[in-house]
């Protein structure tokens, strides 16, 4: 439940920012084709995997850079 929340607040926070990262394009993206909703979930699927691979690996989460468009 916690992750759908942040995801929904990443997803209200994403369409204030002049350039978006990937994970934030992504999710735009996928809100403008699929929805709102399915968008906040499929969020939160990729923020779990995120979480999960940092914890696991043991290592520091580094954003990657916007895609040129």
Same mark, same amino acid.
């Given at each position: 439940? /916690? /992750?759908?929340?942040?995801?929904?607040? &990443?997803? *209200?926070?994403a %369409?204030?920012?002049? +350039?978006? @990262?990937?994970?934030?394009?992504? $999710?735009?993206?996928?809100? !403008?084709?699929?929805?709102? =909703? %399915? $968008? $906040?979930?499929?969020?939160? =699927? %990729?923020?779990? #995997?995120? &979480? *999960?691979?940092? *914890? #696991?690996? @043991? &290592?520091?989460? +580094?954003? !990657?850079?916007?895609? $040129?468009a």
């Open positions: 439940m /916690l /992750l759908t929340h942040g995801a929904r607040a &990443v997803l *209200w926070k %369409k204030s920012r002049k +350039t978006p @990262d990937r994970l934030r394009s992504w $999710a735009l993206h996928l809100e !403008q084709t699929r929805g709102h =909703n %399915k $968008a $906040a979930i499929a969020l939160a =699927n %990729k923020l779990a #995997r995120i &979480v *999960w691979a940092v *914890w #696991r690996r @043991d &290592v520091e989460f +580094t954003e !990657q850079a916007p895609i $040129a």
